[in-house]
């Protein structure tokens, strides 16, 4: 089981930065792959960024690609999202979430979410 947090999200302008964290429980963390997905009121959730457990593979989506960074933390249990050049667009939830080893963009595939965290980005 691993229970996931995430925080950093809030009202920012257009332009602006914002780091968001995400801390897990459990012993197993490096294990995991660790994605970040978003979703806009009316809208599905869609895929943000990934990392696969170890030194893996990363995935971005185009929306963000060049804007965004996802790291990891290992020995504190931690994943980032670095949001640099927020657009209106990029208002959302944001969802922090696990899957055993390897990353997809599929909101399906993944055993563990957080709660979210809220990011709006105004003009």
């Known amino acids: 089981q691993v229970q996931l947090a995430e925080s950093g999200g809030g009202l920012v302008q257009a332009g602006d930065s914002l780091r968001l964290s995400c801390v897990a429980s459990?012993?197993?963390?490096?294990?995991?792959?660790m994605a970040w997905f978003r979703q806009a009121p009316g809208k599905e959730r869609e895929f943000v960024a990934s990392?696969?457990?170890?030194?893996?593979?990363?995935y971005y989506a185009d929306s963000v690609e060049g804007r965004f960074t996802i790291s990891r933390d290992d020995p504190k249990n931690t994943v980032y999202l670095q949001m640099n050049s927020l657009k209106l667009e990029d208002t959302a939830t944001y969802y922090c979430?696990?899957?055993?080893?390897?990353?997809?963009?599929?909101?399906?595939?993944?055993?563990?979410w957080g709660q979210g965290t809220q990011v709006t980005v105004s003009l």
């Open positions: 979430a696990a899957n055993r080893y390897y990353s997809k963009t599929s909101p399906a595939a993944y055993d563990y």
């Open positions: 459990g012993r197993t963390f490096s294990s995991y792959a």
């Open positions: 990392m696969d457990w170890g030194l893996g593979n990363i």
